[in-house]
């Protein structure tokens, strides 16, 4: 599938990429060298510096601050993996296949890389000052965006409506406020950053926190479906979790039936306002219609 | 004692203007709000506000765009509290007399309490943006610095040679590194973007760094000194606590008449080297003398 032979260049691109921003493993601190390290070279899709790349070459940007975002906003995720793994929250020991931070570095480092991974990350932003002729008030703003999606109203504020509510039924507002903040926040950071840096007007701004938003709910609830209709060897991870961690989905809320809808929906929905805004950028249409069709 | 009255006074006010700052307590993430404002609002010297506060004025700062960064500072110090005092850290129950946050609030929303009061920082620090014509560079470079400052080269990294030597004895050279960077780094931070953003060049930036650093070592050289000289009334928390947990300090390595000496010579060259910055702050200096001769 040509879409998905895409996705692996790109994430190779973004895997060199990172590679420029992450610490080198010598000096007193090497141990939490070594753990950030770990964490962000474990994988996964890159799908956050993909996308925002992507929009960011929608609205015409062609420069370079936009890869120390792209490298920071990896990162963030990667912290967020990090303390979701932890004893005290998801107590998960194995993560794509490879024991979690905690398990590899202890406790304690897994704590001390996350929050470093979280700081880093701004730093790693703020590095975006010495291109040739910075922006500066674009790239001040597109740290503050990144801080707050990723904050307490965002990313952060939902993680903390999921862990209270962890092993509870969870009514259908607060899950939606969880896939939109916990999932969500993120990928509109990821887009709006692209945005911003590429050009964008506040109207457009506007418009790409829009489709971010119906792009990171017909991605999480995909996501459920996939729990209860895949199988664990294409799925990379075992099926039939939520169910068996008493986990509140919108599958178990309201169906596969009406899960596909949804996702169907938000993603027409998604594309619809895409497709409002100038230029085109092809590839920003197929990633966002494979994330949505994808099967892993 | 009048710098006693100068630093309550102070006090005050940053309380006041941390207060603007804080999350208002609604809301489905209600709980991290409140985990949040508790444990800012657990108190402390608010040093570092206060420290910045005073170097922007010395060279001559006067707007507000100094104000979210002071917020913001505080921040990220009480956010390496929580996670210091966590089970799989320091394990404190207590600080300044009252239960610590994973303590009151449980050690998952510990965790994330501390991850959040270090991304709000940046949120905050970014609301500098918001005053009437900004100087979006230097807002930003101060954002990166306060990045710098609290991240793997900076805090947190001290943090994690502290804790991976834990229980062990800590030759010179390391301590000196844990110094400089658990402590040492914030003040720099706290300092520099103070002169930053009151308008410092390069050269007086620098000089500022190094001030802070001699601020630093002072100022955690008399913290060894207090455990082992002063009275747990004076000093509100246990005395003799270093010798007990088996840790290295200034004072277990050198003995008490180095580390005084240490102490002296540290605060002179503070003193000497910002008698060569055009300008005086008497504030400041008499903060500095303070902050090195205090017995609490």
């Not at 409506?161 to 607060?174: F, H, M, R």
């Not at 964008?200 to 926190?209: M, R, T």
Request: charged share 25%; glycine share 8%.
């Amino acid at each position: 599938m040509e879409t998905r032979e895409y996705m692996a260049r790109r994430k190779a691109e973004v895997d060199v990429l990172l590679e420029r921003y992450l610490p080198r493993e010598e000096g007193f601190q090497k141990t939490i060298f070594e753990a950030m390290n770990y964490s962000v070279r474990a994988g996964g899709k890159r799908l956050r510096p993909i996308l925002m790349w992507e929009t960011y070459r929608l609205f015409g940007g062609s420069g370079r601050e936009i890869e120390p975002f792209m490298a920071a906003i990896e990162m963030i995720h990667t912290s967020s993996l990090i303390h979701d793994d932890l004893p005290c929250m998801d107590n998960d020991e194995l993560r794509r296949g490879k024991p979690t931070t905690w398990v590899k570095y202890g406790y304690d480092m897994a704590v001390l890389a996350g929050d470093a991974l979280l700081i880093y990350a701004v730093e790693t932003a703020s590095k975006a000052l010495s291109v040739e002729t910075p922006d500066s008030a674009r790239i001040a703003r597109a740290i503050g965006l990144l801080a707050e999606k990723t904050g307490i109203y965002g990313m952060i504020g939902g993680q903390v409506v999921d862990v209270e509510l962890t092993g509870q039924p969870i009514p259908g507002e607060k899950l939606d406020f969880i896939y939109r903040l916990k999932t969500g926040a993120l990928l509109e950071a990821s887009m709006m950053i692209g945005a911003l840096l590429g050009g964008a007007d506040e109207e457009q701004l506007n418009i790409v926190e829009q489709i971010a938003a119906e792009v990171g709910l017909a991605f999480q609830i995909q996501d459920d479906i996939l729990d209860v209709t895949s199988t664990a060897g294409k799925l990379g991870k075992p099926v039939l979790s939520d169910e068996k961690n008493h986990k509140t989905t919108y599958v178990t809320l309201e169906g596969v039936e009406a899960a596909r809808r949804a996702v169907e929906d938000h993603s027409a929905r998604a594309l619809e306002e895409l497709s409002q805004l100038p230029g085109r950028n092809p590839e920003l249409e197929a990633l966002i219609r494979f994330l949505i069709a994808r099967e892993n």
